[in-house]
């Protein structure tokens, strides 16, 4: 199964984790994952891949 949510750089270290199926940036707790430094962005992606809020929880 492809990960639905990936990384793009929009600009020296700010990161937008965006739904590979639809393009648009994630949200989160009402939370766009725009403007992100490289490490939260890694982190986030990561624990929205693997269905947790990137901080662990579920």
Known sequence: ????????????????IFDVFTGQPAELKHQIMVGMNTRDANAWSIGLTAGTSGDGQR
């Open 1 to 16: 199964m492809a990960n639905r949510y990936a990384l793009r750089m929009e600009q020296p270290d700010s990161w937008t």
